[in-house]
């Protein structure tokens, strides 16, 4: 089950990146789909909240409509845009999951 206080899977580790063939598209995937995920639950529980922070939930639905939108892209991506968009969904799992 997703821990939406730590959805970086401490089993996973960051996502290797390789400039011969970039990263794997499965393991990019996954990580957009996690963040995603995370999104997901945020704003549920803020939309649960007796009095919702609108201005979260539109920073949180906002964020949510980018990573769907990288989740697109993936499917017409180049591998140096695999690597990117992998570094930048390790980076995001990471800020995610905090200290």
């Known amino acids: ?3 939406p206080v730590n959805p970086a899977d401490p089993g996973a580790g960051p996502l290797p990146s390789d400039e011969a063939s970039g990263s794997s598209y499965e393991r990019v995937v996954d990580r957009v789909r996690r963040v995603i995920a ?6 549920f529980a ?5 009095a919702p922070d609108v ?3 539109q920073r949180l639905l906002a964020e949510r409509k980018a990573c769907n ?3 697109q892209r993936l ?3 180049n591998a140096q ?10 980076a995001k799992l990471s800020e995610l999951a905090g200290p």
């Open 46 to 50: 803020e939309r649960q909240r007796p």
């Open 1 to 3: 089950m997703h821990d």
């Open 69 to 71: 939108a990288d989740l």
């Open 55 to 57: 201005e979260r939930l």
């Open 38 to 43: 995370w999104y997901g639950e945020q704003i």
């Open 81 to 90: 845009e695999l690597a990117r968009l992998g570094d930048l969904y390790d």
């Open 75 to 77: 499917d017409e991506a």
